[in-house]
T-cell receptor, first 109, second 112 residues
Framework: GDSVTQMEGPVTLSEEACLTI???????????LFWYVQYPGEGLQLLLK?????DKGSNKGFEATYRKETTSFHLEKGSVQVSDSAVYFC????????FGAGTRLTVKP | DTEVTQTPKHLVMGMTNKKSLKCEQH?????MYWYKQKAKKPPELMFV???????INESVPSRFSPECPNSSLLNLHLHALQPEDSALYLC???????????FGPGTRLTVL
């Protein structure tokens, strides 16, 4: 069945460092791909999405490109802030939503 | 407006209590979802309503009873829960076929 694998955390970075969180997927068709962010004590917020191959989703300085050839949707940000500290979930949706395990990011001043 | 609201924010209940969680959206979405999220885990799908009809029940115990009284509201009725049911319960909504779900802030449930 469809599944998502994302890099194990936790990830700890200093402010202004570059971020990459790897995400790969397995699906029989052409799913939509998502990154959701969950701040402490809150629900999930849609961060960005891409619905077809080579689409780039972007929001708040975060980017991810739908790579069909490598079945990947890696999340990147050039300069992280303390306020980016959260858990990030990669997800796909074809018939139902499948989440990765989540990656906890901590950004230190 | 991409807001899904959930009440209450926190709920503590005993194993013999009956309580309800509420979810509301005014985005005109016709699909609504209940998820359960344990600490440090991703959300797990419980129920899906599409056009106010239950379309998916992921083998959830009968002590959880969903209800969709209209296209904007989704309830989750709780009865005789167990301590292991303590979790964050998330509601989400989407337009059928769009694959983009919008989540509420969740209800933090503690069963004593």
């Amino acid at each position: 069945g469809d599944s998502v694998t994302q890099m194990e955390g936790p990830v700890t970075l200093s402010e202004e460092a570059c971020l990459t969180i790897n995400c790969t997927y397995t699906a029989t068709g052409y799913p939509s791909l998502f990154w959701y962010v969950q701040y402490p004590g809150e629900g999930l917020q849609l961060l960005l999405k891409a619905t077809k191959a080579d689409d780039k989703g972007s929001n708040k300085g975060f980017e991810a490109t739908y790579r069909k050839e490598t079945t990947s949707f890696h999340l990147e940000k050039g300069s992280v802030q303390v306020s980016d500290s959260a858990v990030y979930f990669c997800a796909l949706d074809q018939n139902d939503m499948r989440f990765g395990a989540g990656t906890r990011l901590t950004v230190k001043p | 407006d991409t807001e899904v609201t959930q009440t209450p924010k926190h709920l503590v209940m005993g194993m013999t209590n009956k309580k309800s969680l509420k979810c509301e959206q005014h985005m005109g979405h016709r699909a609504m979802y209940w998820y359960k999220q344990k600490a440090k885990k991703p959300p797990e799908l419980m129920f899906v309503y599409s056009y106010e009809k239950l379309s998916i029940n992921e083998s959830v115990p009968s002590r959880f009873s969903p209800e969709c009284p209209n296209s904007s509201l989704l309830n989750l009725h709780l009865h005789a829960l167990q301590p292991e049911d303590s979790a964050l319960y998330l509601c989400a909504s989407s337009q059928p076929g769009t694959h983009t779900q919008y989540f509420g802030p969740g209800t933090r449930l503690t069963v004593l």
